[in-house]
C-alpha cells in the first residue's frame, strides 16, 4: 500500500449542500461510520491471526488507520447533516452491543487463507456500497468522500489478494471452499455488526436493541443504492477472490440474479415498513 494517502485536511469541507441532504442516506452514513472507526480492533485480531508475518501486520495497522479516517470524514459528514448526532456516544453504544474475537489467535474462517478471502470480500462490498452511494447522492461532499473511500476499498482489496495469493502457496484450500467462505461472508452483511450500527447510531436513548428489526431497517436503505454494473463488479471481484474466472458467463447470470433478489429485498422492506425506524 501506498505511504501517500488522502487526509481530511484533503477534503473540500465547504462543498456541503444541506439541499441536497436525504434523510436516509443520512441515517445509513452514521452506521457506517461506526463500523469504519472500528478498524482498529479488526487489525488487532488479524495481527493475532498472522503474529509471526510482520510485513503483514504492518499492512494490517496501515490498512487500520485509513478505515479510521473514513470512519471520521464519514462521521465528520453525518455531524454537519444532523449536528445532534453525536458520534462518541453512539459509538460508544456500538461497542457495548457489538465485539469482534479479540481474544482469538486463529481465524474464525478456518484458516488463514480463508481469513483473507473474507476480508477480500468485506472490501469488495465496501467498495461496491459506497461507489453506489456516491453514485445515487446529489450530496456534493458524501459523493467526494464516498469516492474516495470505495477507491481505498478497492485498493484494500488487492492488497488482501496479494497476501491470499502467497498464503495459498501454503494453504492450497479448494476453490469451492474458497467460494463457500465468499458467500458465507456475503451473508454476514445482515448480521449483528451493521444491524447494531444502524441501531447505535439512530434509535432513540433507552431503544432495546433487536437484530431483525435493525437490520432490516439498514439493509431496506442500502439495497436501495445499487445499480446493476456495481454489482456485477463487485461479483466478478468476489469470483476472482473464490478462485474461479472473473470473465465467465456465470458472473454475468449471478450478478443478474443478485441484483434482483437484493432490488425484491429493497422492495419488500420499503413496503414492510422497515424503514420508519
Keep these: 500500500m501506498s505511504a501517500k494517502h488522502w487526509t481530511l485536511d484533503d477534503v473540500q469541507w465547504d462543498r456541503f449542500d444541506p439541499s441536497k441532504v ?10 457506517a461510520s ?3 472507526y472500528n478498524g ?5 485480531y488479524l495481527c493475532n491471526v498472522f503474529p ?14 485509513e478505515e479510521v479516517q473514513h470512519g471520521e470524514a464519514l462521521g465528520r459528514w453525518a455531524q454537519l447533516a444532523d449536528p445532534d448526532f453525536d458520534f462518541d456516544e453512539a459509538f460508544a453504544r456500538f461497542l457495548d452491543g457489538f ?41 456534493p461532499l458524501l459523493q467526494d468522500i464516498c469516492r474516495r473511500i470505495a477507491a481505498d476499498e478497492l485498493r484494500h482489496y488487492k492488497l488482501f489478494y496479494s497476501f491470499l495469493r502467497r498464503y495459498l502457496e501454503a494453504e492450497n484450500i479448494g476453490r469451492s471452499k474458497r467460494f463457500l467462505i465468499a458467500l458465507s461472508r456475503m451473508h454476514e452483511t445482515e448480521d449483528d455488526e451493521l444491524a447494531c450500527a444502524f441501531w447505535a447510531a ?12 435493525w437490520s432490516n431497517a439498514y439493509m431496506g436503505r442500502a439495497y436501495g443504492y445499487y445499480r446493476l454494473p456495481r454489482v456485477e463488479m463487485a461479483t466478478a471481484m468476489t469470483w476472482k477472490a473464490a478462485g474461479l474466472n472473473p470473465q465467465s458467463r456465470a458472473v454475468s447470470w449471478f450478478a443478474g440474479l443478485a441484483y434482483r433478489i437484493m432490488q425484491h429485498r429493497h422492495r419488500r422492506l420499503m413496503r414492510s415498513g422497515a424503514l420508519a425506524a
Design 22 to 31: 436525504d434523510a436516509d442516506t443520512v441515517k445509513v452514513v452514521k452506521a
Design 34 to 36: 461506526l463500523v469504519e
Design 40 to 44: 482498529g480492533d479488526y487489525a488487532t
Design 52 to 65: 509471526e508475518d510482520s510485513e503483514f501486520c504492518a499492512e494490517a495497522q496501515r490498512w487500520a488507520r
Design 99 to 139: 465485539r469482534l474475537p479479540m481474544e482469538a489467535t486463529e481465524s474464525v474462517r478456518g484458516s488463514r487463507c480463508g481469513e483473507l478471502v473474507a476480508r477480500c470480500i468485506v472490501e469488495v462490498g465496501t467498495s461496491s456500497f459506497y461507489g453506489s452511494i456516491a453514485d445515487v447522492t446529489e450530496e
Design 202 to 213: 439512530n434509535s432513540e436513548a433507552g431503544e432495546p436493541y433487536d437484530l431483525r428489526k
